[in-house]
């Protein structure tokens, strides 16, 4: 018998530390219109810090327990946690592995996934791809999880972007789809715009590299904006090739959370009312690696997704890569 897998429950965590735009105005009173300009050409007014003594999987823990709790399945039940961030525990080993740990998952397997905000979308296709293919494979744990802001410069701006955040999803097998399709584009040549550059194998850990803030994440370049306007669009008509369906079939589009006026722009491309997508920057900001399932799980919370709907998950991330994943709801 064929197996499919089908997204059998979600769960979202927002920490309690809320750092407003008014905050930022006041850090950086030498950048008076910067605040103003972000969030006018993002939407974000505020976000949300996990406490100094958290790490990424203590973020990630009250999502996957949420998720798991509300399919009814115990820790102890799950075969295979996929953990995705860029703002991780250690270089080495995986926070998915500490997670695991953390979670009471004992005989679960792990591995990260570290395409950055395309992490989510690519770990729910994996996913779905391995309960295909392994009949022993039940129940899989994906979570999303972000921490950028503990690896930023408290000087640095563009904190503007960076709140934390997770999102869960339980994934198990179901004798009807489930999961559609998948797409994914990437292009190296930008690997260089956005990141973390000392600490890992191009440049280990030193003093100088910490006093020089290459160990913090930093943008050395902008990112030109077509990257998503026009890179999302094809990943959402890739979608639609590869599952045999219209875009005009997508009944909710969810897009990474960093600026709705992108999501408004490529929406009108795909010729979609924005009534088919949801945003939840404005109430809980920039969410990285987290705010695709964070979206998905506020989605489903407020009723906008229905038994049948056909739902698409599209992020995006530094590097760049960017994952598209699309599944019919139980």
């Not at 407003?20 to 972000?38: A, W």
């Not at 369906?245 to 490529?266: C, G, H, M, N, Y």
């Amino acid at each position: 018998m064929t197996r499919y897998a089908t997204i059998r429950s979600t769960g979202r965590y927002i920490p309690e530390i809320e750092v407003s735009n008014d905050e930022l105005r006041e850090r950086f009173p030498h950048l008076p219109d910067f605040v103003d300009k972000m969030e006018e050409s993002s939407a974000i007014r505020t976000r949300f810090w996990a406490p100094e003594d958290w790490c990424a999987s203590d973020i990630a823990l009250p999502a996957a327990r949420q998720a798991l709790a509300r399919a009814g399945r115990h820790p102890s039940e799950v075969d295979l946690v996929i953990l995705g961030t860029d703002s991780p525990d250690y270089v080495t080993p995986a926070t998915s592995v500490v997670l695991q740990h953390k979670l009471g998952a004992h005989k679960a397997g792990t591995f990260d996934v570290g395409c950055a905000c395309a992490s989510f979308p690519t770990g729910a296709a994996i996913a779905a791809g391995m309960i295909g293919a392994n009949p022993g494979l039940e129940t899989v744990l994906v979570v999303g999880v972000y921490n950028m802001h503990k690896l930023a410069s408290p000087d640095d701006p563009m904190i503007f972007f960076y709140g934390d955040g997770a999102g869960a999803a339980v994934l198990e097998p179901a004798d009807r789809p489930g999961f559609v399709s998948s797409a994914l584009r990437a292009d190296g040549a930008y690997h260089r715009h956005w990141g973390i550059y000392a600490g890992a194998t191009f440049e280990p850990a030193s003093e100088a590299a910490v006093r020089d803030g290459r160990t913090t994440v930093k943008m050395l370049e902008r990112y030109p904006p077509e990257i998503n306007h026009e890179g999302w669009p094809a990943v959402v008509r890739a979608l639609a090739a590869n599952g045999g369906f219209a875009v005009d079939d997508i009944d909710l589009l969810i897009f990474t959370q960093v600026r709705k006026p992108s999501i408004e722009l490529v929406m009108a491309d795909l010729g979609l009312p924005m009534e088919r997508t949801h945003t939840v920057m404005e109430t809980w900001g920039y969410t990285g690696s987290a705010c695709v399932p964070i979206a998905l799980d506020d989605a489903i919370e407020r009723g906008r997704v229905a038994s049948g709907d056909l739902v698409a998950l599209v992020g995006s991330g530094v590097g760049y890569n960017q994952a598209g994943a699309a599944f019919r709801m139980p």
